[in-house]
C-alpha cells in the first residue's frame, strides 16, 4: 500500500548498479538490472507487491553487460509499462537482445534527452542530467531529499556537468 513516501532501495545485485525506487504514489521504477537474473527476480520479488507483478518504468540508464544482462529475462515476469533508455543500444549483447525484446513486445521506449524528467508523484521528480554513449547520470528530488544517480557516469558526463557545478 503507498504510504506517501519517498522509497530508494540499492539492489544487491552484485557488481553493477540496479536501483529500485517507490514513489510516494505506489509506483516502480526499476534503474538497470545487473548481472544476474537470479538475484534480481529475487530483490524485486521481496519488494513488489504480490498482486501488482509490474513496473511502471523501466530506466536502462547504462547499457554495458553487467548493466542489462539480467533485464532481458527479469522483465518477462515484471514487465515496465515505459522505458526511457540511455546509451547504445548495440553497445552489449544483453542491450540487443533486450531492445528487440521490448520491440517485440511492444513496450513503448523513450530515448533519454538531458533534462528530461519524469514526475513521479507528490512532487517528486527523476531528471536526466547528462546522457552519451556510455549512459546517464540522473537526479532524483522529493522535498527536501536529493540523490545523485551517477549511473552513467562517464570523463565527458562529468566535463559536462563540470565536475558537480552544475548540480549544486
Not at 71 to 91: C, F, K, M, Q
Request: hydrophobic content about 45%.
Amino acid at each position: 500500500i503507498p504510504d506517501r513516501l519517498l522509497h530508494v532501495t540499492f539492489l544487491d545485485v552484485g557488481s553493477a548498479d540496479a536501483i529500485l525506487i517507490q514513489t510516494p504514489n505506489g509506483k516502480h521504477v526499476l534503474i538497470n538490472g545487473g548481472p544476474s537474473v537470479t538475484t534480481l527476480s529475487d530483490e524485486l520479488g521481496r519488494r513488489l507487491p504480490a498482486f501488482n507483478r509490474k513496473l511502471d518504468w523501466l530506466i536502462v540508464a547504462a547499457t554495458e553487460e553487467e548493466d542489462v544482462a539480467a533485464l532481458p529475462r527479469v522483465i518477462e515476469r515484471y514487465p515496465p509499462d515505459a522505458v526511457l533508455w540511455s546509451g547504445n543500444r548495440e553497445a552489449s549483447f544483453s542491450s540487443r537482445v533486450l531492445n528487440e525484446y521490448l520491440s517485440v513486445s511492444d513496450i513503448a521506449v523513450t530515448n533519454v534527452e538531458p533534462e528530461q524528467g519524469l514526475e513521479l508523484g507528490q512532487g517528486a521528480t527523476l531528471r536526466v542530467l547528462t546522457s552519451g554513449p556510455r549512459g546517464a547520470i540522473l537526479l532524483l528530488e522529493w522535498d527536501n531529499f536529493r540523490a545523485l544517480l551517477p549511473v552513467g557516469m562517464s570523463f565527458e558526463a562529468l566535463d559536462e556537468l563540470r565536475a558537480g557545478a552544475e548540480i549544486g
